[in-house]
């Protein structure tokens, strides 16, 4: 529940592929390790790095709440991503919940909306570092009832691949044949 990387200042209405291809272009730029990657909405590309959801296949908890088990690999993949984004979204929430600046438009100059929002998300990290209990986690709670070092190969750009493609199928596949067979 802590940032890793903020890259303020770009318009809401720029596509998640395009400012996620400029973070990685920056000299001192958001790092991804070969080998390790980062769980995506079904707004990115499914490739090395970045692990999408199944397009067109159920995806969100709300969807899993009052119907049957899933079917199929896909489903049981895109529930179980489901799940872990959820996390993403909840340190969201309590960014925003902590800090009243964040909830509303903004009227400040684009460079200091950018300081602002880089600087809240450092004081949220400090304060999920450092405090037992976040005073902010529980105050959401109630309103809603990886060390990266330079020895390592980075990925440098974002794009699909067979090969990334079919490696998610067989870690959905092995997934979902694991649940299956805990359940009997």
């Not at 969807?63 to 993403?88: G, L």
């Not at 596949?173 to 805990?182: A, K, L």
Request: aromatic content about 12%; charged content about 25%; glycine content about 8%.
């Amino acid at each position: 529940m802590e940032f890793i990387f903020v890259l303020p200042g770009w318009e809401g209405s720029a596509s998640d592929s395009r400012v996620l291809r400029d973070a990685l272009s920056r000299p001192n730029g958001l790092k991804v390790p070969t080998g390790y990657y980062y769980l995506v909405d079904a707004g990115y590309t499914n490739g090395e790095g970045f692990l999408a959801p199944y397009r067109g296949t159920r995806y969100h908890l709300s969807e899993w709440r009052d119907s049957c088990a899933p079917a199929n690999h896909e489903e049981y993949f895109n529930m179980k991503h489901a799940s872990a984004r959820n996390i993403i979204e909840r340190c969201f929430g309590v960014l925003k919940m902590r800090w009243a600046i964040l909830r509303s438009p903004s009227f400040y100059p684009i460079s200091i909306q950018i300081k602002i929002i880089t600087a809240c998300c450092l004081i949220h990290n400090l304060i999920r570092r450092e405090m037992a209990l976040d005073p902010g986690e529980a105050e959401f709670d109630m309103s809603n009832d990886a060390d990266i070092s330079g020895d390592e190969d980075i990925i440098g750009s974002i794009g699909s691949s067979d090969q990334w493609t079919n490696w998610r199928n067989e870690l959905a596949r092995h997934m979902f044949d694991e649940w299956r067979s805990r359940r009997g």
